[in-house]
């Protein structure tokens, strides 16, 4: 499979479970708010790594959400594979993104470095 169509089924899939996240999963453990990241496949389909970042100032909150979403991964699957027109869906592992809060740390140490 080419990287361009892997790229497009990436975005596709990271417009889509975000949809099916916010829409179709009634779990009451989706307090917070959350975003989709990225969306990393592999080139057989297998597979796809789904970056979460959820937003919240209460950790158990973020792990109770975070949790939910990792609990749909089944659902969200089996609702992509009615609605895409693709051969196979592949499984999904959601994973926390921490790129925010590593730029955050980045962006403290540089500012404590210029105030010296």
Request: aromatic share 8%; proline share 2%; charged share 30%.
């Amino acid at each position: 499979m080419g990287a361009n169509r892997t790229e497009k089924l990436n975005s596709e899939f990271q417009r889509s479970i975000y949809e099916i996240l916010t829409r179709k999963v009634k779990d009451p453990r989706l307090t917070e708010m959350f975003s989709i990241t990225q969306v990393e496949c592999d080139k057989e389909l297998q597979t796809a790594k789904v970056y979460v970042s959820v937003y919240s100032a209460d950790k158990a909150k973020a792990d109770a959400t975070l949790e939910a979403i990792k609990d749909a991964a089944g659902f969200v699957r089996s609702t992509l594979s009615k609605s895409m027109h693709i051969r196979t869906v592949p499984k999904f592992e959601f994973i926390t993104d921490t790129s925010m809060q590593y730029s955050q740390k980045i962006n403290d140490i540089l500012s404590e470095i210029n105030k010296k």
